[in-house]
């Protein structure tokens, strides 16, 4: 059987892997020049019952070990008006903190997929092959057509696992992604132990998160002495296009403070204002929770391709390595191509149960972060109290929320 995977992010290259592990062959197809010919954002939080899972799988997950930030589990919860009300750095002894105690530890984006990369060697990988579309032919078989001319119809399985606005869902769906109703201004600040001690201070060892009615201020340490900021706003969709985000950046994050965040702690708003990297605006979009497809033999699809989500529950990337593992079993259990497509039809039927579940769990923690007194709600929430939150589902008090960047 030939497999081909479109995109070498964390879900493609995790089910590559697994593959090699169980002896499979496949071909990776990626838009990108290399895995560092872009930014590839700040650090994930892995759990342990599906990214962790998926690394344990792929033989890769002493590595991650090596590379993994367990104190970026700690989290502290500020009010609109700058007081602490929980911070989970306070009584942590000298002592390290290792990835076997903590549930999420985090880890670079980018060191996630070096780890994955090495896994199956760079030479797996087919770089600077942008799909143009993926088309299902008479005679069953499925052409992958790129942007540079080439076309294919070699494989017996195309996996999508090229992202929110997928090229291979195209050929089972018509559904896109929608604006979920929350944009995100994102921001960094460098060297932040030195020359931004209030900062560090500020978001601890792991992230600190202010939520009010229709706008949040989340922090969160990342490596090399980093800190990555995302302001939040409930907002119209085209509100970011009306702003010039570039010219003078430093008057643009004043006037965001001013305008939306004027009001807030003093602390709060000064984390804003000591980032002093470049604006990048980043409205968020999601797949209609419940989406499914009808089964299309020959093509499926794995991470944000078929449950694209906001990441205010902590889930994409870990689905994403969830869906890996599954994905690997039906296709690994097949003695032939009839087999193939029957293990596959499973899979998706297991996929669509599961993604309609946290899909709607993300959006529902997406309501209340965005909420009145949502600082307040999440506190008593990680503490396990129930009276204030009696209109949410008992899921919620064993998640916790301290991976909202984990996406």
Same mark, same amino acid.
């Given at each position: 059987?030939?497999?081909?995977?479109?995109?070498?992010?964390?879900?493609?290259?995790?089910?590559?892997?697994?593959?090699?592990?169980?002896?499979?062959?496949?071909?990776?197809?990626?838009?990108?020049?290399?895995?560092?010919?872009?930014?590839?954002?700040?650090?994930?939080?892995?759990?342990?019952?599906?990214?962790?899972?998926?690394?344990?799988?792929?033989?890769?997950?002493?590595?991650?070990?090596?590379?993994?930030?367990?104190?970026?589990?700690?989290?502290?919860?500020?009010?609109?008006?700058?007081?602490?009300?929980?911070?989970?750095?306070?009584?942590?002894?000298?002592?390290?903190?290792?990835?076997?105690?903590?549930?999420?530890?985090?880890?670079?984006?980018?060191?996630?997929?070096?780890?994955?990369?090495?896994?199956?060697?760079?030479?797996?990988?087919?770089?600077?092959?942008?799909?143009?579309?993926?088309?299902?032919?008479?005679?069953?078989?499925?052409?992958?057509?790129?942007?540079?001319?080439?076309?294919?119809?070699?494989?017996?399985?195309?996996?999508?696992?090229?992202?929110?606005?997928?090229?291979?869902?195209?050929?089972?769906?018509?559904?896109?992604?929608?604006?979920?109703?929350?944009?995100?201004?994102?921001?960094?600040?460098?060297?932040?132990?030195?020359?931004?001690?209030?900062?560090?201070?500020?978001?601890?060892?792991?992230?600190?998160?202010?939520?009010?009615?229709?706008?949040?201020?989340?922090?969160?340490?990342?490596?090399?002495?980093?800190?990555?900021?995302?302001?939040?706003?409930?907002?119209?969709?085209?509100?970011?296009?009306?702003?010039?985000?570039?010219?003078?950046?430093?008057?643009?994050?004043?006037?965001?403070?001013?305008?939306?965040?004027?009001?807030?702690?003093?602390?709060?708003?000064?984390?804003?204002?000591?980032?002093?990297?470049?604006?990048?605006?980043?409205?968020?979009?999601?797949?209609?929770?419940?989406?499914?497809?009808?089964?299309?033999?020959?093509?499926?699809?794995?991470?944000?391709?078929?449950?694209?989500?906001?990441?205010?529950?902590?889930?994409?990337?870990?689905?994403?390595?969830?869906?890996?593992?599954?994905?690997?079993?039906?296709?690994?259990?097949?003695?032939?191509?009839?087999?193939?497509?029957?293990?596959?039809?499973? *899979?998706?039927?297991?996929?669509?149960?599961?993604?309609?579940?946290?899909?709607?769990?993300?959006?529902?923690?997406?309501?209340?972060?965005?909420?009145?007194?949502?600082?307040?709600?999440?506190?008593?929430?990680?503490?396990?109290?129930?009276?204030?939150?009696?209109?949410?589902?008992?899921?919620?008090?064993?998640?916790?929320?301290?991976?909202?960047?984990? *996406?």
């Amino acid at each position: 059987m030939k497999i081909a995977i479109i995109g070498a992010g964390p879900g493609g290259l995790t089910l590559a892997n697994i593959l090699k592990v169980k002896g499979i062959d496949f071909t990776i197809f990626e838009n990108e020049e290399s895995i560092t010919s872009r930014h590839q954002g700040g650090t994930l939080d892995l759990h342990r019952e599906t990214g962790q899972l998926a690394l344990k799988e792929a033989g890769l997950f002493e590595a991650f070990k090596k590379y993994a930030r367990p104190e970026g589990d700690f989290t502290i919860v500020t009010s609109v008006d700058g007081k602490t009300l929980r911070d989970e750095n306070i009584g942590k002894t000298d002592a390290p903190t290792t990835v076997d105690s903590v549930g999420r530890p985090e880890i670079e984006r980018s060191k996630l997929l070096e780890i994955l990369l090495e896994g199956i060697g760079a030479s797996a990988v087919t770089w600077k092959h942008k799909v143009q579309q993926v088309v299902k032919m008479e005679d069953g078989s499925t052409e992958i057509e790129f942007t540079n001319g080439k076309t294919t119809r070699e494989f017996d399985l195309v996996v999508g696992a090229d992202g929110a606005w997928s090229k291979v869902r195209n050929v089972v769906s018509s559904v896109k992604p929608h604006y979920s109703s929350v944009t995100l201004v994102e921001m960094w600040a460098e060297d932040v132990d030195k020359s931004h001690p209030t900062l560090a201070k500020y978001t601890g060892k792991g992230t600190n998160m202010m939520l009010d009615q229709d706008r949040c201020v989340m922090c969160q340490r990342c490596g090399e002495d980093s800190v990555r900021l995302y302001a939040c706003l409930r907002i119209d969709q085209d509100w970011s296009t009306k702003i010039d985000w570039t010219t003078d950046v430093a008057a643009a994050r004043e006037n965001l403070v001013s305008e939306y965040f004027g009001d807030i702690g003093e602390n709060t708003k000064q984390a804003i204002l000591s980032c002093t990297d470049n604006l990048i605006v980043r409205p968020l979009y999601m797949m209609p929770i419940g989406f499914t497809w009808e089964n299309c033999p020959g093509v499926t699809l794995l991470g944000d391709s078929a449950h694209l989500m906001t990441p205010f529950g902590g889930e994409g990337v870990n689905l994403a390595m969830k869906d890996a593992i599954e994905l690997a079993i039906a296709i690994s259990a097949a003695k032939s191509i009839p087999q193939l497509n029957k293990n596959v039809q499973k *899979y998706e039927k297991d996929l669509f149960k599961r993604a309609k579940y946290y899909n709607s769990d993300t959006w529902d923690m997406l309501q209340l972060c965005f909420s009145k007194g949502g600082s307040e709600k999440i506190s008593v929430m990680m503490e396990g109290g129930i009276m204030i939150l009696v209109q949410m589902t008992a899921s919620y008090l064993w998640k916790t929320l301290w991976s909202f960047f984990g *996406y």
